[in-house]
């Protein structure tokens, strides 16, 4: 187990990678701790839950909604949980979402922790405090900014993700290459998703490199202020199109990052749009999608990242560097 | 107008007092703010409200709820409101927490400000960062603590204050004094509710002095973690009580005083009961009810403060001199 813990501005979460799920009760106490988690990782890891207090959600995004945390709080109350319990989400980017949420505003705030089952929450979606609930197409419209006390990695949990599940783990990682890490990106245009199964110890280094990755980028601006932005790249279409066209997460982020790929080249002169469209093609991600477009600028217009009449649009000056643009929502509409 | 400007972890609030409710123009943008408040507010004073973006609200700690939350949220998606914009609470403690709450949640969270308009809000609810929602009988059982942009005191709009409104209000001044300031204990003693009302200078000047009593509590503990409990004086067993009875705030407050008398007297030799039942009904606030010892007592169970089989009860060592102390639940019981 490799420890590594890292200080944001009212906590101090520490990271165990390379871990196994049985050193969460070294961590927690078993009584006064419930785990978060879906019926899908339930039932399959039923075993290891044996002892813990558990609440199973319904697995989806489509349940990462207000009626869920008004159910979960309900079972808080019923279970006597006061301010010093702990929830421990156990799932995707939906559990750690919700059990973020959750535990930042039950009782005005206890404490949580995380064990991501996913490529996709191990590298991003559990990292960096951001949590919520979406409301209607509007994705995470609701939510706190909070960090969670630790993140604990174990990647056995990865050996029943689905293919699909792995690549959209893996437009994340492509993300982080486009907009930080050079280097990284040119390891992966040299390698495969099936790399990466086959082989633990590379699984795992590209796991923590990319974990450690956001984690700096978060620590620097918690806020999103200004850096943290740079990990929206390919979110902000990829937002507008998820909900509406019940995509994948990585499939809308890996559409989105070739739209922004095509608005980098045409407004910075961007050079390296054939190496990304490549790459994002070899993990198995789809680089072009049908969509209505006034349906999408109509969701486009209600962005977080909207401010007036403009959007704080995420594009590439080279392989390796995200710039942060402010984009007219017109020039976007003709874009699209 | 006095401004002070008080320093929380991660905002600083500025106080205006003695301060004009058109003043508001000057603090923030009316394109870019939303005021919420409730219906009584709004048809007494409609005229304030023109020019602004307004949400009213049903009056009523019944409304302090979830589903009031939906709503707003849902208007201010149809608004437009992006992370720029401000939400000012005009209102009661009611609509204060109701507003700070969807300001920290909305969109992961926007600034806020509070106008208080009653005499509870301007001394205790609006300050401090607590907001909230109730769920079922539990009371701010939802919420975060987080500080408002600023708060301005316009004591006009006591003018319109029902006479039941002015002692609930004085409860919590009584509070203030118990726990912290036996000058202010005396002066009180020596005066009542009429003279405040008929002399602005007087009531301006007990408004600040309580009201900077609360902040500076507060500021030294902002989470909660010690003397901020000192605050809960008399609020264990009125929260337990209030919903319940469909008391009053100030009522059950009054009541929970007077039970944290009685165990300060057993517990801790206490000497001043005479003296703070004495001002308690001199104000026009209960000093006994009758209720159901054992529904009160499984609310006690579930209260935020308890920790395992006890509850951090705040209890009196002199008047002027409030102190914490761990009581047993039994104990709390057989006392009921």
Not at 188 to 207: C, G, M, W
Request: hydrophobic letters at 45%.
């Amino acid at each position: 187990m490799i420890t590594r813990k890292i200080r944001f501005s009212s906590q101090t979460t520490a990271f165990y990678f390379n871990a196994s799920f049985s050193a969460l009760k070294e961590l927690v106490p078993q009584k006064t701790t419930v785990i978060i988690t879906d019926e899908n990782i339930f039932s399959v890891h039923q075993k290891r839950f044996k002892g813990w207090n558990t609440i199973v959600l319904k697995a989806g995004e489509e349940y990462k909604i207000q009626a869920t945390v008004d159910s979960v709080i309900a079972q808080l109350i019923e279970m006597k949980a006061d301010r010093n319990w702990t929830l421990v989400g156990v799932g995707g980017g939906v559990i750690t979402d919700l059990t973020g949420y959750i535990a930042s505003i039950y009782m005005r705030g206890i404490s949580f922790g995380f064990v991501p089952t996913t490529v996709l929450a191990m590298v991003d979606a559990a990292i960096g405090g951001k949590n919520g609930i979406d409301v209607g197409v509007y994705k995470n419209m609701v939510g706190v900014i909070r960090q969670p006390q630790f993140l604990l990695y174990d990647t056995s949990f990865l050996k029943t993700l689905l293919d699909a599940d792995w690549c959209t783990g893996f437009a994340e990682i492509i993300k982080h290459a486009a907009i930080k890490d050079a280097p990284m990106f040119k390891e992966l245009e040299e390698s495969a998703i099936i790399n990466f199964q086959r082989k633990a110890p590379a699984l795992q280094k590209l796991i923590q490199r990319n974990a450690l990755l956001k984690t700096k980028v978060v620590q620097l601006d918690e806020f999103e202020l200004n850096q943290r932005k740079l990990l929206n790249f390919g979110h902000t279409l990829g937002h507008a199109i998820e909900n509406q066209y019940q995509l994948m997460h990585g499939e809308a982020v890996a559409i989105g990052m070739c739209f922004a790929t095509r608005l980098s080249e045409e407004l910075l002169g961007f050079k390296g749009a054939g190496r990304l469209v490549k790459v994002i093609d070899r993990y198995g991600l789809p680089v072009q999608a049908d969509y209505d477009k006034d349906k999408v600028f109509k969701v486009l217009s209600s962005d977080k990242k909207r401010e007036d009449d403009a959007i704080n649009f995420i594009l590439l000056q080279r392989i390796g560097k995200g710039v942060i643009e402010k984009v007219k929502l017109k020039q976007l509409y003709k874009f699209l």
